[in-house]
């Protein structure tokens, strides 16, 4: 098991006009009309793959005469095409002083309560901001390498809109021994996931392959071969509106495997996604928990990593460390109980 799956997401002249340092222009003619739009423009921006004008494309950095074009697969129309292509970016990230709720640190490892919206490590959209960025200064450079200069010291991660508890290593030691125990899931991982509707049976075991969807390549799915093997027991601690038919829930989910995006597509597959899935949520809530949500403003899916335990790689120490619901969720299910 690859522990970073956890619950937890490329100027030179050529062919091309330079308009900048950041943008680029192509012409297209009536002859060039018909045929598919991001091979004809590979030829024209020589100095580009074609899959990294594919991504590009799909950013939204292509317009034709000021409209934006995301379908690089689309047929080719006459016009002035321009691209921007993003300045690149440092290697190695830069330490950054950004507050950090730390539960445990010593001279091998450090926990942390990870506060939504904030990526555990630099990727495409995250380039700044990220807890590695946190951690570089916190730590003063003091992590471990094992994971590469994208993500020292990261052992396992969270979406970045999911909260709660992390670890991260110091010393490569630290790492080694951390990657080890999840390998094995020799780790006590909570998750608090506040839900639409209730998983029916109120408890149980969802046990399936999950792989990324091959209809959309950004979202995991449930696939009947592939894969890799994913396990959640849940159990419902609460449930709210009505007994007989609950609009909402709260749902502990406590991980064998840790698999992206594991809890949110099973729970989805139970017929009870998080609130404020943007992915995997379905279709509306009800009325009643659709107010709540507006009234409170909240904006992102409803998990929280609540307790993370191990024994500690060096020194053998049992730890465990629990944190409590953060504010916004904490005020939907407040919201909740009074439905």
């Known amino acids: 098991m690859d522990p970073l799956d956890d619950e937890t ?6 062919a091309e006009d330079t308009v900048s340092p950041d943008f680029r222009l192509a012409t ?3 002859e060039d009309a018909g045929q598919r739009l991001d091979k004809i423009l ?31 697969s689309q047929k080719a129309r006459p016009g002035v095409y321009q691209l921007r292509v993003p300045a690149p970016i440092a290697a190695e990230p830069s330490p950054e002083d950004i507050p950090l709720t730390v539960l445990f640190e010593d001279a091998h490892l450090i926990v942390v309560d990870k506060p939504a919206g904030m990526a555990a490590h630099p990727a495409p959209g995250n380039y700044t901001g990220t807890l590695v960025h946190a951690l570089l200064h916190h730590c003063r450079g003091s992590l471990s390498g094992v994971g590469g200069v994208a993500r020292p010291g990261i052992v396992h991660r969270l979406d970045k809109e999911t909260s709660g508890v992390m670890v991260a290593a110091k010393t490569d030691a630290a790492h080694q021994g951390l990657s080890a125990l999840f390998a094995k899931h020799d ?9 639409r509707g209730a998983p029916y049976p109120g408890q149980g075991t969802v ?7 091959p209809h959309d390549r950004k979202k995991m799915a449930i696939l009947k071969s592939g894969g890799r093997e994913a396990i959640t027991h ?9 007994a007989d038919k609950p609009v909402a829930a709260r749902v502990a989910c406590r991980l ?5 995006h594991q809890i949110r597509v099973h729970l989805a597959s139970k017929v009870a996604p998080c609130l404020g899935d ?11 928990v659709r107010a709540v949500i507006d009234a409170i403003g909240f904006q992102r899916q409803a998990l929280h990593a609540a307790v993370l335990g191990f024994a500690h790689p060096i020194t053998g120490e049992t730890l465990r460390f629990e944190t409590g619901l953060p504010a916004d969720m904490a005020a939907l299910e407040a919201g909740l109980k009074a439905l």
């Not at 064998?256 to 992206?260: N, Q």
């Open 256 to 260: 064998e495997t840790g698999r992206t």
């Open 278 to 288: 943007p992915v995997y949520g379905g279709g509306p809530p009800a009325a009643g």
């Open 42 to 72: 590979a030829g024209k921006f020589e100095t580009l793959s074609r899959a990294r004008l594919q991504a590009l494309i799909a950013q939204g950095l292509l317009t034709l005469e000021g409209a934006v074009i995301t379908d690089a």
């Open 187 to 195: 780790i006590d991982r909570l998750y608090i996931a506040l839900t």
């Open 234 to 242: 849940y159990r419902v601690e609460a449930a709210f509106g009505p």
């Open 28 to 30: 297209l003619t009536a």
């Open 9 to 14: 997401d490329d100027v030179e002249a050529g």
């Open 207 to 213: 046990q399936t392959q999950l792989g990324r969807s």
